[in-house]
C-alpha cells in the first residue's frame, strides 16, 4: 500500500513510515516541520518508498493532491504539547480541527482508508480509572485554553464519525496515552525527554506540581504496533482504541526511577503549576488505560516496562547529544 503520513516527520509520525516501509508498504509524509524535524526523517531520505513533502494539513489543494495518490491516510499531523498549546492557542485550535476536518473529508471523497490519532486528554479530568473508550469526557471550562486540544480532538472524533455515515469513510482512531521513546522532544513540554536530559547532565529535574499526577508511558514501537494493528484489521473499523502503557507511577517515583536508572546525581525541584504554566492550567491527577478493547480485537498488548523505555531514551539522549 502507498499511504500518506501527516506528520510524518514528527515523533510517533517517522517512527511509523519507518516501521510501514520496514514491512513492504510505501510512504509519502507530509509535515510543516513545526515540531518535526528533518532529523527524524534522514535515515529515510533518499529510499525509494519515501517522499517527504513539506507543507502544511491546512493546506486544502495540496492534502487532495496527495491523497489521491495514496491508498490510504493515517493522519498524525497535529500542534500539541502543553506548553505550546498555551503559547499558541489558536494556530494550535485551527490545525488540530481545521487541519484534520481538510484531511479527513479528502479521505472520504476519495474512498481512502483513514486512521486518525487522538489522544488520552480526551477524557480530560475523569477521575474513574482505569479509562475504556467508552469513558466520559470531564473537562474543565473552554475559557481555559488549557482544554482546546482535547476539544479539538474530540471534534476530530466525531467528523470521522460523520464521514462514516455520510461517505462510509473506513476509518480507525488511536487514542495514544502519553507515547515516548526516542526522538521525542523535551521542548514542549514532554516530562520524559526532559527527565532523562536534566539526570544525564545532573541537572535538577523539575516536576510541576506536587508530583502525586500519576501517568502510564508506552513505547513508541508499542504505539506503532498498535496503529498497524487496527488500521490493517477490516473488524477494526469504525472503531475507537486505547494504545497505552501497562505501568502506572507517579511523577515523583518517575522522576526517581529515572534518577536511578541513569546513575544520576540530580537533585529533585517543584515548581507550582502556576509557576511553569501560562495562567488557563488545570492538571489530570491520573490518566490510566484500559487496552483490553485493542487487546481482544488484536491481539496487541504493550511489550516495554518502564524501565527499558527509560534506558531507551537515555541511549538516544546520550547517543544524539
Ligand atoms: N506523543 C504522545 O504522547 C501523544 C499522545 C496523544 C496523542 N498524540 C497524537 O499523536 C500525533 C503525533 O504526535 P507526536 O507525539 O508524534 O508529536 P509531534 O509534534 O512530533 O508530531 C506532530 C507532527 O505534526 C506536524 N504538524 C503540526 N502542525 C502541522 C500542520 N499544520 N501541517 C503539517 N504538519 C503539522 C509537526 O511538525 C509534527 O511533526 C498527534 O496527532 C498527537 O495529537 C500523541
Redesign the pocket.
Given at each position: 500500500m502507498k499511504l500518506l503520513i501527516?506528520?510524518g516527520?514528527?515523533?510517533?509520525?517517522s517512527h511509523l513510515s519507518t516501521r510501514l516501509i520496514e514491512i513492504g508498504h510505501s510512504v509519502i509524509a507530509?509535515?510543516?516541520?513545526?515540531?518535526?524535524s528533518a532529523e527524524n526523517i534522514a535515515g529515510l531520505m533518499g529510499n525509494s518508498n519515501f517522499e517527504f513533502v513539506q507543507?502544511?494539513?491546512?493546506d486544502e489543494k495540496l492534502i487532495h493532491t496527495l491523497m489521491a495518490r495514496v491508498d490510504g491516510c493515517m493522519h498524525?499531523?497535529?500542534?500539541?504539547?502543553v506548553q505550546r498549546i498555551l503559547e499558541r492557542p489558536y494556530e494550535s485550535l485551527v490545525?488540530n480541527t481545521h487541519?484534520s476536518e481538510i484531511a479527513i473529508k479528502a479521505a472520504a471523497e476519495l474512498g481512502k482508508r483513514f486512521f486518525l490519532?487522538?489522544?488520552?486528554?480526551l477524557y480530560g479530568k475523569n477521575p474513574k480509572q482505569p479509562l475504556t473508550e467508552e469513558s466520559d469526557r470531564v473537562i474543565g471550562s473552554p475559557q481555559l485554553v488549557r482544554w482546546a486540544y482535547s476539544e479539538a480532538?474530540a471534534i476530530d472524533e466525531s467528523i470521522v464519525q460523520m464521514f462514516h455515515m455520510s461517505h462510509s469513510l473506513n476509518f480507525v482512531t488511536g487514542r495514544?496515552?502519553?507515547?515516548?521513546g526516542p526522538r521525542?522532544?523535551g521542548a514542549y513540554g514532554m516530562v520524559l525527554p526532559r527527565f532523562v536530559s536534566a539526570a544525564i547532565k545532573n541537572e535538577p529535574i523539575t516536576i510541576y506540581g506536587d508530583g502525586s499526577q500519576s501517568r502510564v508511558f508506552c513505547h513508541v514501537s508499542d504505539a506503532v504496533n498498535a496503529v498497524l494493528k487496527i488500521f490493517f484489521e477490516d473488524k477494526a473499523l469504525g472503531n475507537a482504541f486505547n494504545i497505552g502503557g501497562k505501568e502506572e507511577i507517579s511523577i515523583t517515583d518517575l522522576a526517581k526511577r529515572v534518577i536511578t536508572l541513569t546513575n544520576s546525581t540530580s537533585k529533585i525541584e517543584y515548581l507550582p503549576y502556576s509557576k511553569a504554566y501560562p495562567a488557563g492550567f488545570e492538571e489530570t491527577m491520573r490518566r490510566v488505560p484500559d487496552t483490553s478493547k485493542i487487546g481482544s480485537m488484536t491481539g496487541w498488548k504493550p511489550e516495554f516496562s518502564l524501565d527499558e523505555i527509560i534506558k531507551d531514551i537515555e541511549k538516544f539522549i546520550r547517543t544524539s547529544s
Open positions: 501527516t506528520g516527520a514528527g515523533f510517533i509520525g507530509l509535515d510543516n516541520l513545526s515540531t518535526g507543507g502544511s494539513i491546512l498524525l499531523g497535529a500542534a500539541l504539547g490545525a487541519g490519532a487522538s489522544t488520552s486528554e480532538k495514544f496515552f502519553n507515547t515516548v521525542q522532544s
